[in-house]
């Protein structure tokens, strides 16, 4: 059983989502052209600015990242989940490959966590190669905590089928989060009627993240079940990417907070890449 202080500390959780678009310094629509270079060879700046993303990814408990690469030629043979979670102190984390080119590129989502997780599974989204989903379990049983790390297409129809994708492995879930770069509005998530049914849409507003340099599109979303209530929901200042970070702090059930495992709070090694 756990005594009371351990319960305390998993009732609130410091979330964070962040496309980090695999560390490329962007502040403004021409750089798309004249630094995208960086998407193929290595910078010698990228980790002086992995390294400045520790410094704010250190105040949270689980952080959820999109565009990372796994460790290939443009990173300097740097798994970036890898490098941020020894970095920052994250005991657990775990990296899904979605596209392997092999020693020149592996793009990937992410996932640091203070938290122990019970179980990982990976997800190909429908729709053309490169797009997938993390599912995270944290705890046991009915009152377990599912997180999901998305990256969803640009087209409509493409996020619509992926949309339907995820809504079906959350349906039987009770307590569900969701966090990453959707590529769309909350408005646009509201009209997908399972998506929204799901996870009960019907209230919040979107925050701006995207460009990062002047916010105006809210892209980036954490979103979660009813019985999950969110708190401070707001954009990180720029850092470094296209998108800004965006960050949460959520209460859970008393139920679900007890079936989590904290014996990764505090931890300062961190479990292997799954």
């Known amino acids: 059983m756990q005594d009371d202080s351990q319960s305390d500390r998993t009732t609130s959780l410091k979330l964070l989502t962040f496309n980090m678009q695999v560390g490329i310094h962007t502040h403004a629509y021409h750089h798309y052209v004249t630094r995208s270079w960086q998407h193929f060879l290595p910078n010698r700046g990228r980790a002086t600015r992995l390294d400045a993303m520790c410094d704010t990814f250190r105040e949270f408990d689980v952080i959820g990242l999109q565009e990372v690469d796994g460790g290939s030629f443009r990173s300097s043979n740097i798994n970036h989940v890898e490098y941020l979670a020894a970095q920052a102190g994250f005991p657990y984390a775990s990296q899904q490959l979605n596209r392997d080119f092999g020693?020149?590129?592996?793009?990937?989502?992410?996932?640091?966590?203070?938290?122990?997780?019970?179980?990982?599974?990976?997800?190909?989204?429908?729709?053309?190669?490169?797009?997938?989903?993390?599912?995270?379990?944290?705890?046991?049983?009915?009152?377990?905590?599912?997180?999901?790390?998305?990256?969803?297409?640009?087209?409509?129809?493409?996020?619509?089928?992926?949309?339907?994708?995820?809504?079906?492995?959350?349906?039987?879930?009770?307590?569900?989060?969701?966090?990453?770069?959707?590529?769309?509005?909350?408005?646009?998530?509201?009209?997908?009627?399972?998506?929204?049914?799901?996870?009960?849409?019907?209230?919040?507003?979107?925050?701006?993240?995207?460009?990062?340099?002047?916010?105006n599109r809210a892209l980036d979303h954490i979103l979660g079940s009813p019985a999950l209530k969110m708190h401070h929901l707001r954009a990180l200042p720029p850092l470094y990417s296209d998108h800004l970070p965006l960050a949460v702090e959520i209460t859970l059930p008393l139920p679900c907070a007890r079936s989590i495992s904290i014996a990764g709070l505090g931890g300062t090694t961190p479990e292997s890449v799954r």
């Open 103 to 215: 020693r020149f590129a592996k793009h990937s989502n992410g996932l640091l966590s203070r938290l122990a997780i019970s179980h990982t599974s990976n997800h190909r989204l429908p729709g053309p190669k490169g797009r997938g989903a993390m599912h995270i379990r944290f705890g046991e049983g009915p009152e377990a905590l599912h997180l999901f790390v998305l990256h969803l297409a640009l087209g409509t129809r493409t996020q619509h089928l992926q949309l339907d994708y995820i809504s079906e492995l959350i349906a039987p879930l009770k307590n569900v989060i969701i966090m990453g770069d959707l590529n769309c509005t909350l408005e646009k998530l509201r009209a997908h009627p399972r998506f929204s049914r799901a996870l009960a849409l019907d209230q919040g507003r979107g925050i701006p993240s995207y460009p990062a340099w002047q916010p």
